[in-house]
């Protein structure tokens, strides 16, 4: 049984285009799987094409849900999912994998990079291909394991005590059914030293209706269990969206929280992503990450210097929730791994006295220890360690 309505008014197309007709099947998420758009000649009944996205080839593969469709009419939706000639143009940099995953990959499906954490990849499908996607080399790709035969998987877990963190993801991991996710969740929690589980997914955003009563009920068998979404525009938070994501946390008692990636055009301004992760955390959404992009190839025109994430950064500081306010992490290529990254609020140190300016741009002073003892008016003595700097 599917959580939404089971009907569909019709399905809008871009700005003035005529509506496409109403579809019957619409809530139905197997059916939104069966009519993806893998085609330009399908997406075109969507959008009209730009000469720049009449671009035809196998290496830009294409896979939009019907409902995520709907969306195209935002323009950076359709910049984060429709294909352009730029990914034609490859900087030297950039790598088809470029975080080095396959040098840790220890069994068909597993990659141990982390002392305690490993990523364990399920399928190589997802329901719609972004334009910037780390495992590009993998999406829709035969030579990749899509296999269910985990047991190797499990017994390399069994055998590797300090792993106590597993992210299932792919590829999206919520593609597979009921019965498979079951399956692969118990055998996992079987396992003792197994602490944390996590499952990153797209799918609550790009097929809300996905998240159906069965799966549900899957899900809350197993607990503790932890939800990464994929969110990437305010636009992506629409009714259906929210619907199954308090589906997840409140029935599924699943801890939910949020990565996303800063993209040039698409959502690199602090008015934007403040938006975003304001709009996340009322739906009881954690944003957890925030990624500068991986340099997979043609990429280049997604880039964002880190420097103006830096800056995105100190403005939201300070201006929203603290909840709201992701670590922002460099995943560095070559399999360096996620590296946080701050603004500097340091102007300078002398001794044991840091001189800071705060997220108001206002200075301030702070001594370290040993603190020294002030007079208090009155009488009485206090260990004063900061002050103003001016």
């Not at 068909?108 to 954490?117: K, Q």
């Not at 955003?205 to 305010?234: C, F, Q």
């Not at 007079?375 to 004063?384: A, F, M, N």
């Amino acid at each position: 049984m599917n959580i939404f309505n089971n009907t569909q008014e019709q399905i809008k197309g871009e700005n003035d285009e005529p509506p496409l007709p109403p579809v019957k099947d619409f809530n139905d998420w197997h059916w939104q799987v069966r009519n993806s758009i893998t085609s330009l000649e399908e997406l075109s009944k969507y959008i009209t094409l730009t000469d720049e996205e009449k671009i035809d080839s196998p290496l830009l593969k294409l896979r939009i849900t019907p409902y995520y469709a709907r969306l195209l009419s935002t323009a950076a939706i359709r910049k984060c999912v429709v294909p352009t000639t730029q990914e034609l143009n490859v900087s030297p940099c950039e790598a088809a994998d470029s975080l080095a995953e396959e040098r840790d990959r220890k069994t068909p499906n597993i990659i141990h990079r982390y002392p305690d954490r490993i990523l364990f990849l399920v399928t190589n499908l997802c329901t719609s291909n972004c334009r910037y996607c780390t495992r590009s080399r993998l999406i829709d790709n035969p030579k990749h394991s899509v296999s269910h035969e985990w047991k190797e998987s499990f017994e390399y877990i069994r055998n590797h005590p300090e792993v106590r963190d597993v992210l299932i993801s792919g590829g999206d991991p919520l593609m597979l059914s009921d019965q498979s996710l079951d399956y692969l969740l118990k055998n996992l929690y079987a396992i003792p030293t197994v602490e944390i589980v996590r499952i990153g997914t797209k799918i609550p955003i790009v097929l809300p209706m996905r998240i159906t009563d069965g799966l549900i009920s899957v899900l809350e068998k197993y607990s503790p269990l932890y939800i990464n979404i994929h969110a990437t525009h305010p636009a992506e938070i629409t009714p259906e969206a929210t619907q199954a994501l308090l589906a997840l946390s409140r029935r599924g008692h699943a801890v939910l929280g949020s990565q996303t990636v800063c993209l040039a055009g698409i959502n690199d301004s602090a008015e934007v992503l403040g938006e975003l992760f304001k709009s996340l955390l009322r739906i009881s959404v954690k944003p957890l990450y925030l990624y500068n992009m991986d340099l997979v190839p043609g990429s280049s025109h997604f880039r964002v210097p880190i420097s103006k994430i830096l800056e995105i950064m100190r403005e939201l500081i300070g201006k929203i929730s603290g909840l709201s306010i992701p670590h922002f992490v460099c995943d560095l290529p070559g399999g360096g791994g996620k590296t946080p990254l701050v603004p500097n609020y340091i102007e300078k140190i002398e001794g044991n006295e840091y001189y800071f300016k705060n997220w108001n741009n206002k200075s301030y002073r702070f001594i370290d220890q040993p603190y020294s003892p002030v007079k208090l008016p009155g009488g009485g003595e206090t260990k004063r360690c900061y002050y103003p700097a001016n």
